[in-house]
Structures are given as C-alpha cells and as structure tokens.
C-alpha cells in the first residue's frame, strides 16, 4: 500500500465518517479544520459515529475505541500534512474556497502527498493548477453513511497519472469501499448524476408550492417502495451542501435557485441543518417519516 498517513481537511458531516473509516481500517488519521472550536464539533461528530458500527458492522466497543486512537486533530495544516501520503479534501462545496484552500495547501504538503477532493459537484479540472501537482491530483467521492453505504467513485482528469489513479483505487478498497472508477470527468459523477436531479426535481416541487416536503416524500415512498423520500435524504446530505448548490447555480442567474437558497438559508439560520443538528426537514431521532401511520 503506497499510502499509509492519511490527511482529511475538513471534519463536517463527511470528512468526519471519511476519517473515522480510515481510521476504523488501521490507518493512521489526521483531520484538519479551521479552528479548535470546529475540532470540537468535529470530536463530537466522531463519538456519534461509533454506535453505528457497532449496530451495523457488529463492531466491539475496542474497535470503536481504537479508531478513535487512530485520529488527531489539529488547526495547523502545516501540521496536518506534515507526514501525509494522502490528503483528502473535504472542505465546503465552494469552488472559490477549495481553490484558496490548494492553494494554501500545496505551499505546506510534502512533495509526494496525493491529494484527492471528494466533492460532491465540482471536477477535479477545475482545482488541478491551483494544487501544483495536476498529476497528483484527483477526485475521491464517498456517499452518506459510508460504513453502510460504502461506494468510492475515484475520478481522473486528463492530467491524471495512471499509477496515481491505481493507487487511490486500492485505498479505496483497503478501507472498506467498493472501488467505482470513472476514467473521464462527469460532473456529479455517477452517484450525484442520477441523485442530483431527483432531489432538485423534489426541492422545486416544494418552492412552486405544488407540495409539501411530507407528501413528496410519501409519494416517493408508497410508490417506489423506497425507505426514504428525497427531502429525508436531503437532511442527511445536510442543508448546507444542499444551500451551496443552490447558491451557486443561483449566481448564474437562475431565479428558481434563488428562491430555492433563500429558503434553504433560512432553514440554516434557524440551525436547521439536518441530521446532524436534530433538525432539518424533519426531526430527530424519531422523524415524521419513520412513524407508522406516515405512509397511511
């Protein structure tokens, strides 16, 4: 395995399940974000993490524990990557952030370091120049829950080296996912190419006032069989990817978005951040949708 120090920049919702996979795996973890107040949000988010892989993967409380003794967490990046083969981007879904960010990030990192972005929307291509290592640069995508859901689609651009390419595949699968690789740039990869659009086609619904997020969901639901609708899945991607995509199709001039960020931005103000705050679309740990009578 070429790599063995592994860097997540960025502990939200994901890069937190990011590290904590990594680590559960044996390796080696840094987290880096912006303040130690974030880093404290970020043990927290960490902690929440470990009944899940004891309920789902039949973890024992050992595991659990030693992964978290895997992981430190910093406020330095020059600290962060110090030692890291890899760095995974994990940073909001902001092109003007994550460019400032490479470019922080290629002045501090050692030469070797990999990095990889795992965002959500944006290509790779985009970041490449401003990394200073386009051949060392690539995308690596982990969907929401990730020791359940355990995909990893690993996107090249052009300038890609293939044994770059081949190394972060066998990453991929040494920490537990089942490796995707997509040879050729596609924005929202495949994963978000075909759940992109469904949870916009659900979230303009809501803004037309043609339905409300309830009966959207219940008529996914009874219709498809599905365990959950789109705004459910929407609280846990969190409201905050779901606001930063629609801000920045709202910045080119679609009115639609507009409409759509200001209300979701709204949800955001009133902490109504999804899953990870208690509260989004619906509440938890019990919501509307997981009642019995839900789907009557």
Known sequence: MRFRNITVAGGGVLGSQIA??????????????????????????????????????????????????????????????????????????????????????????????????????????QFAEATGRPERFLALHFANAIWRHNTAEVMRHAGTDEQVFQDVIEFARAIGMVPLPLRKEQPGYILNSLLVPFLEAAQMLWINEVADPETIDKTWMIATGAKEGPFAILDTVGIRTAYNIASGKAKVGNEAYAKLAEKLKAMIDQGKLGRESGEGFYRYPNPRFKQPDFLR
Not at 25 to 32: L, S
Not at 86 to 92: D, F, H, K, N, Y
Not at 97 to 109: D, P
Request: charged share 30%; net charge negative.
């Open 20 to 125: 904590y996979q990594t680590a559960f795996h044996g390796f080696p973890v840094v987290i880096y974000d912006i303040s130690d107040e974030a880093l404290a949000k970020v043990r927290d988010r960490l902690e929440k993490l470990k009944p899940n892989y004891m309920r789902d993967l039949g973890a024992s409380q050992e595991q659990v524990d030693a992964a978290m003794d895997r992981i430190r967490l910093t406020a330095d990046l020059a600290d962060a990557v110090r030692e890291a083969d890899l760095v995974i981007e994990a940073v909001p879904e902001i092109p003007e952030v994550k460019r400032e960010f490479y470019e922080r990030l290629a002045k501090v990192a050692p030469p070797h370091t990999v990095f990889a972005t795992n965002s959500s929307t944006l290509l790779p291509s």
